[in-house]
């Protein structure tokens, strides 16, 4: 996904938070690093987005036998993909889905983004940040 990274969790992984705690992790991380307190003024900007949605994915190697690849398909995936690139324009560094939001809502405190078409979707989906208060 040229510079991106796809990250898969299980079903038990996913629900006891595992997924949030490193998207969290990783943009705490990057902060830390690249951020504007670090005095790195020899590395470009850095911004980190992560987009976290729930569902089925196939896994395996697809594809004809001269030309085989190793990777994950599903609705799952792609939504992922399209709720990442949300979140330079709607200025948060993790974005939820709607199936994540039913997931953890009493786990965590999440606020609506609204709702927004995503590319190649069927119909509208409504977005969450993770609110830490």
Same mark, same amino acid.
């Given at each position: 996904?040229?510079?991106?990274?796809?990250?898969?969790?299980?079903?038990?992984?996913?629900?006891?938070?595992?997924?949030?705690?490193?998207?969290?992790?990783?943009?705490?991380?990057?902060?830390?690093?690249?951020?504007?307190?670090?005095?790195?003024?020899? !590395?470009?900007?850095?911004? %980190?987005?992560?987009?976290?949605?729930?569902?089925?994915? $196939?896994? @395996? +190697?697809?594809?004809?036998?001269?030309?085989?690849?190793?990777?994950?398909?599903?609705?799952?995936?792609?939504?992922?993909?399209?709720?990442?690139?949300?979140?330079?324009?709607?200025?948060?560094?993790?974005?939820?889905?709607?199936?994540?939001?039913? !997931?953890?809502?009493?786990? %965590?405190?999440?606020?609506?983004?609204?709702?927004?078409? $995503?590319? @190649? +979707?069927?119909?509208?989906?409504?977005?969450?940040?993770?609110?830490?208060?």
């Amino acid at each position: 996904m040229g510079d991106a990274i796809l990250a898969v969790w299980s079903q038990e992984r996913v629900k006891d938070l595992s997924a949030l705690k490193a998207a969290q992790d990783l943009v705490s991380a990057c902060d830390e690093f690249f951020g504007d307190e670090t005095y790195q003024a020899d !590395l470009p900007p850095l911004a %980190v987005g992560v987009g976290i949605d729930y569902g089925d994915v $196939l896994v @395996g +190697s697809f594809g004809s036998e001269h030309r085989r690849a190793y990777t994950l398909l599903g609705v799952a995936v792609s939504k992922s993909m399209r709720i990442q690139e949300m979140t330079e324009e709607l200025a948060y560094p993790i974005i939820l889905s709607d199936t994540v939001y039913e !997931l953890w809502t009493p786990s %965590v405190m999440m606020r609506s983004l609204g709702v927004f078409w $995503l590319m @190649g +979707s069927q119909e509208a989906v409504e977005l969450f940040y993770p609110d830490s208060k």
